[in-house]
């Protein structure tokens, strides 16, 4: 018994000492630390950065002339707060004075396009102009953050796909796959455009580019998915450098085990009508689907499956005939 209320004793001493010592915690002000979520590519938000990039944040705040941020951001997992790369923490200036966020992904660096950023600041107003050329093998996106302004709170990014998409496939006509015939899918396609590059403001709520006009068509190859710049523009004239060409490249036709063909596709140039709009929209993807029929022909000019012998029906009406015997 002495032992049970020796215990009891201490027990309530403990819960008494905790107690005067949670009392007397007070909480640490956070309230003014900036937390930024880029909101990333996903299924449930479909906000673009689909790399998961680092980006960059430029923020201003009202009536300054020079940059209250100015660094990259490493996005955070999704519901995670993203945080500056070299460390750093930035707080809100207090008294509800307004801050204006900018940002795109990637960050400036080697192979992301961006070979320069014309920055400056007015009294709070800012100019972000991005030069930005598609890197060498189109696989590289760019993404702008529509600008945000608040005094308070997470600061929740929203990027949108500034470039265009293209997706290369090729088919067979219908015919052909009934006759037997099918085709390997471990091809690449040569994608020749009239546009490789642009300037275009970080700051506009509404981003459009001024394409650098080019003296000489742009060339890609190597794979059958391309990341380019938006085409306002084209013509079908192989050998003009306005032209939108697509080859195909290194396909294999076979009938059971038989190889019919490997080789390269006759260049196909995307002419008015094939594409809505008769442009490369910024934020689209386009699938282009090539699709071979019978007299379809490779790079010179021959035809892929010979003069292979077609056959046709068609279906006559029964002429009636009546007639009349007596059965015995």
Request: net charge negative; with cysteine; aromatic share 10%.
């Amino acid at each position: 018994m002495k032992k049970f209320f020796f215990l009891c004793t201490m027990l309530g001493a403990l819960l008494s000492c905790s107690n005067n010592e949670i009392e007397k915690i007070e909480p640490t002000p956070k309230d003014d630390l900036i937390s930024f979520n880029s909101l990333r590519d996903r299924v449930e938000t479909r906000y673009a950065n689909d790399d998961s990039s680092n980006y960059q944040i430029m923020a201003v705040v009202a009536g300054s002339s020079s940059w209250f941020i100015n660094t990259d951001f490493i996005p955070g997992s999704s519901g995670a707060t993203d945080k500056a790369a070299d460390g750093s923490v930035y707080h809100w200036p207090g008294n509800s004075t307004n801050v204006t966020f900018y940002a795109f992904a990637p960050a400036p660096g080697s192979d992301t396009g961006i070979s320069a950023i014309d920055s400056s600041l007015n009294n709070g107003a800012g100019v972000i102009d991005i030069t930005y050329e598609v890197v060498d093998d189109a696989d590289v996106d760019f993404t702008i953050a529509t600008p945000l302004t608040q005094s308070s709170g997470v600061v929740a990014f929203s990027f949108s796909h500034m470039l265009s998409k293209i997706i290369i496939k090729a088919a067979l006509a219908d015919s052909l796959v009934k006759a037997g015939y099918t085709l390997d899918t471990d091809y690449s396609a040569t994608l020749t455009l009239p546009s490789n590059s642009g300037t275009i403001s970080a700051i506009s709520s509404s981003p459009s580019w001024t394409l650098t006009s080019s003296s000489a068509s742009n060339v890609y190859s190597g794979d059958t998915t391309y990341i380019i710049m938006p085409q306002a523009s084209y013509t079908t004239t192989t050998t003009s450098a306005d032209s939108c060409l697509i080859q195909i490249l290194d396909l294999e036709i076979e009938k059971g085990d038989v190889e019919i063909f490997d080789g390269n596709l006759s260049i196909y140039g995307i002419k008015e009508g094939d594409i809505p709009e008769n442009a490369f929209e910024m934020g689209k993807c386009y699938i282009i689907t090539l699709t071979l029929g019978s007299n379809s022909t490779d790079s010179d000019g021959n035809k892929i499956f010979g003069d292979i012998i077609e056959f046709s029906s068609s279906v006559v009406d029964w002429n009636s005939v009546d007639v009349a015997l007596n059965q015995p």
